[in-house]
């Protein structure tokens, strides 16, 4: 599997005050790393889901791919071009080949476009006006599994499940290697998710599309991500096959999210792990390993040692004391 | 009526609740019956669009100028709710009912500082202000804020989203209701603060000995919470019972639906995940008979007539036909 997109040392900086704030406080360093040193790379075809709390900087990541905020440090390379090399024009024609689907799927859709507008803009906005856009309308909608009646309506008009449809068939308009899925199946109800995941599933299957979805929902990353990473203010704490680090998460942050998803059976009983206090800010970032303020393993030296990247198996964690094959979490049942 | 229901704490007998809107007559509730006994925790679950929020808005009666209750009646300590006058409900919220809302930063006032929000809701209370204040650190520090007295003094924004509903829950427990309600708390918040809120509402029912109803949309957390459940489907309450009944053994077609969607119980990895197909009825123009039919992969020539709720075992009820077949049968 060649790879589609390739991710190198990934830095996005936000200022944390105003310039002249900065330089009357005498402040070197007034940013938050909203990401930080991040690497990863998607092949074709395949799925890899970002997992983190609000906060963790999944989406700010994504967006930095795709080009809405400038990456501070690292490199980003889409089927072989670096994207800040690229000047505009040029990176008009590499968001032809990557689409996003945003977390909002109402808020995203403007109030004052049919649908047929709306998923037929990136049409116009590509200059592909020559083509038959009803055809394309329908086809997208049918894509979707939305009626060809659809294109008519507002936004307003249309339940949350179905805008997360246009915005899929939005997506999907320009035959696009790579979506970048921002919480796709936040706010929908159970039924409807499975409706979206499984669409997103048979696009892949079809069309070959690689997807790099957001979420905070591991009940979902189980059953499309191929692989997984887990952030934590902005840093990937963990990486790996999905199926290995639900078996046998290495970092504790990842067991303690794993742990902290209610099964719906009263009788099962994780063996749960309640992580004490909130996620520290990002003005204040802890010292040595940042997640020591709240782990359930915590030693002196994760106080003072930032803990290097370790490997075991195909999975990759930055963690001084990782879990290991006798301290599995799962989950047990009572009687 | 099974005797134990006597001391119940709410009791919601045929509750119907109809929006007037341009369109038309919206039938929101048809009725809705459940019983919450004192100390227990219930959850209402459902998809949206299936009338939770707007059933306990009925009960804190909190409802727009267009709602009519067209009929049935809603017992809290035996008396109903329906029949009470503004002042007395009035009265009531915030004392013997309280309630926590799903954004804690739209529920607290962002301009007044925790300690007056505190202060001020005790208004009832004939304390001194002094008094008042330590009663707010104290509570504060029981649903886990550190370092309450001195953060007596913070404004919301200065809190996280966890802590800031740790404080709506504190808020809402300071009159020591009989009755808390709280509407989907845990839904803006990420899986690991959830948990906390979780166990915190489930240690503080314990000291408390107050009854709760759980509004949420997130199977798992009904499981691990409460001990009795309500599914609602499209203004309806589809099944009712104890979860372990409910969950085990679910006795309406939605419910068992419901629960197969859930990706959290299906532990092999598919790339096809189970749905329910259609979409709910629209609540002006009503389906025939039951209202579910329409998407129910059982339905046969009696669903055309809307059924009741039957009994599938003790305290376990559902409005499906099949019952009555199996029975028959």
């Known amino acids: 599997m060649s790879a589609l997109l390739e991710v190198r040392d990934l830095t996005v ?21 909203a990401v930080c040193d991040v690497s990863f790379s998607i092949g074709e075809g395949e799925t890899m889901a970002l997992v983190g709390e609000s906060g963790s900087g999944k989406t700010t990541l994504a967006r930095a791919i795709i080009g809405l905020v400038e990456p501070a440090a690292g490199s980003i390379r889409f089927s072989g071009c670096e994207i800040g090399a690229l000047s505009r024009g040029e990176m008009k024609r590499v968001r032809h080949d990557m689409a996003m689907m945003f977390q909002d799927p109402r808020g995203s859709l403007s109030p004052r476009l049919a649908v047929r507008q709306l998923i037929t803009e990136p049409y116009r906005i590509h200059d592909l006006k020559r083509r038959d856009l009803d055809a394309e309308c329908r086809r997208l909608l049918g894509l979707v599994g939305l009626p060809a009646e659809f ?66 929902n591991l009940n979902v990353v189980r059953h499309v991500a191929d692989r997984v990473a887990i952030m934590y203010l902005g840093r990937f704490v963990e990486t790996g096959p999905t199926e290995d680090v639900f078996r046998q998460p290495r970092h504790p942050y990842t067991a303690a999210l794993l742990s902290a998803n209610p099964e719906s059976d009263p009788d099962a009983r994780m063996a749960r792990i309640e992580l004490q206090g909130d996620v520290p800010s990002l003005l204040k970032r802890p010292s040595g390993c940042e997640f020591h303020t709240r782990c359930f393993r915590v030693q002196a030296t994760c106080r003072d040692v930032v803990p290097a990247r370790g ?22 049942r009572k009687g | 009526m099974p005797a134990d229901k006597h001391d119940g704490i709410l009791q919601i007998r045929d509750l119907s ?28 679950v459902g998809e949206s669009g299936c009338g939770k929020s707007t059933l306990i808005s009925t009960v804190m009666r909190l409802l727009p100028a267009n709602a009519e209750v067209t009929h049935g009646e809603i017992l809290f300590n035996g008396n109903d709710l329906l029949r009470k006058s503004e002042a007395e409900m009035r009265a009531l919220r915030g004392g013997r009912i309280s309630m926590v ?9 962002p301009v007044l500082s925790i300690g007056r929000q505190m202060i001020d809701i005790q208004h009832r209370e004939r304390r001194s202000l002094r008094e008042k204040r330590e009663r707010a650190a104290d509570m504060l520090a029981r649903v886990g804020i550190p370092d309450a007295t001195s953060r007596l003094s913070a404004y919301p924004h200065q809190f996280s989203g966890g802590m800031r509903q740790r404080i709506a829950i504190a808020m809402a427990l300071m009159a020591e209701p009989d009755l808390l309600i709280a509407d989907e708390p845990t839904t803006a918040l990420d899986a690991t603060l959830e948990v906390q809120i979780v166990g915190l509402l489930e240690r503080l029912q314990e000291d408390f000995g107050c009854s709760i109803i759980f509004v949420t949309h997130h199977l798992g957390v009904v499981a691990e919470l409460c001990q009795d459940v309500v599914v609602m489907y499209a203004g309806e309450v589809a099944e009712s019972g104890s979860v372990r009944d409910v969950f085990h053994r679910p006795a309406h077609p939605y419910t068992e639906m419901l629960l197969r969607s859930d990706p959290g119980r299906i532990h092999e990895r598919t790339r096809q995940l189970p749905t329910i197909p259609g979409e709910i009825p629209s609540l002006i123009d009503l389906p025939e008979g039951c209202v579910f039919r329409p998407r129910c992969p059982k339905a046969f020539d009696r669903c055309f007539v809307a059924p009741p709720a039957y009994e599938a075992g003790h305290d376990h009820h559902a409005t499906c036909h099949l019952l009555a077949r199996e029975t028959v049968a």
């Open chain 2, 17 to 44: 609740l109809a929006f007037r809107t341009p369109a038309g007559r919206l039938k929101v509730l048809r009725d809705i019956s459940l019983d919450l006994g004192r100390g227990r925790i219930l959850g209402i």
């Open chain 1, 311 to 332: 490997a075991a198996g195909r999975q990759d964690f930055t963690c001084h004391f990782p879990l290991s094959d006798e301290l599995s979490i799962t989950a047990r």
């Open chain 1, 13 to 33: 900086r936000f200022r944390s005050k105003t310039a002249l704030r900065a330089l009357v406080e005498r402040d070197r360093h007034p940013w938050i790393e």
């Open chain 1, 151 to 216: 294109g008519e309506r507002y936004p307003h008009q249309l339940s949350g499940g179905q805008a997360r449809r246009v915005g899929i068939a939005r997506a999907l308009a320009l035959d696009p290697k790579l979506i970048l899925a921002d919480e796709p199946t936040a706010g929908l109800d159970v039924s409807v998710q499975g409706e979206v995941l499984n669409l997103l599933a048979r696009l892949q299957d079809e069309i070959g599309l690689s997807i790099l979805m957001v979420t905070h």
């Open chain 2, 101 to 109: 809302f799903q954004d804690p930063m739209t529920s607290l006032n």
